[in-house]
């Protein structure tokens, strides 16, 4: 069966400082994946997609970045947070094949700038 | 611009009444639309739906989608305090998906 893990869970980083955060999928291979955030009583906005290995797409213009160096790692990056950044940012697969299989999504990482 | 809509944005309601959830859409290429619960963490996939008409159940949750009047409503009938979470709606265009705000549904004992 696949799973999907986010780390760190909860982040507490000051203003300026970078960011790293990793999502990794097990159990399948040649996912699309996803990096969302969701602001405190928001629904989820996309942040950016991957279809492959170095392929990302961003959907808003922003001071984060992602990177995909393997099939199934994924990682959300800043060099310098803002209090804006803060937030509840969730990671998500869904099988390339298929075009109608839902969107799987990991526990989530909590980050509050300070 | 792709957009998704819920109403209401929040619901309280005692143990035992019946909830209607309503998801409007405006998203080009439409492929489907699916309902996911958060509680605390991560979102749960509740259904999928791609056809008009056809009603999705499971338990005491049950969906529906009208592509003509481009919305859907999600029913919850003799509802538990288990069912207290923020329901999220999306709709699917190629290669994302777009979320509405999501309703916050607290039911009390």
């Known amino acids: 069966s696949q799973t999907i893990h986010q780390w760190p869970a909860t982040l507490v980083q000051p203003v300026g400082s970078p960011l790293s955060l990793e999502c990794t999928v097990e159990g399948t291979s040649n996912p699309n994946l996803y990096w969302y955030r969701q602001a405190a009583g928001r629904g989820l906005q996309l942040l950016f997609y991957s279809v492959g290995i170095g392929q990302i797409s961003s959907e808003v213009p922003q001071n984060l970045s992602a990177s995909r160096p393997q099939d199934r790692q994924f990682i959300l990056s800043s060099k310098k947070l803002l209090l804006s950044d803060s937030g509840f940012y969730l990671c998500?697969?869904?099988?390339?094949?298929?075009?109608?299989?839902?969107?799987?999504f990991g526990p989530g990482t909590r980050l509050t700038v300070l | 611009e792709d957009k998704v809509v819920q109403s209401p944005l929040s619901l309280v309601v005692h143990e035992g009444d019946t909830v209607t959830l309503n998801c409007s859409y405006e998203v080009t290429n439409f492929r489907s639309l699916l309902w996911y619960k958060q509680e605390k963490k991560a979102p749960t996939f509740l259904f999928m739906l791609t056809s008009s008409g056809i009603e999705k159940k499971s338990g005491r949750l049950s969906s529906i989608l009208d592509k003509k009047e481009l919305f859907s409503i999600l029913n919850i009938t003799a509802t538990q305090t288990g069912d207290s979470a923020v329901y999220l709606c999306a709709v699917e265009a190629p290669q994302k998906l777009v979320f509405g705000q999501g309703t916050r549904l607290t039911i009390n004992p």
């Open positions: 998500a697969w869904r099988r390339r094949a298929s075009d109608t299989d839902t969107q799987y």
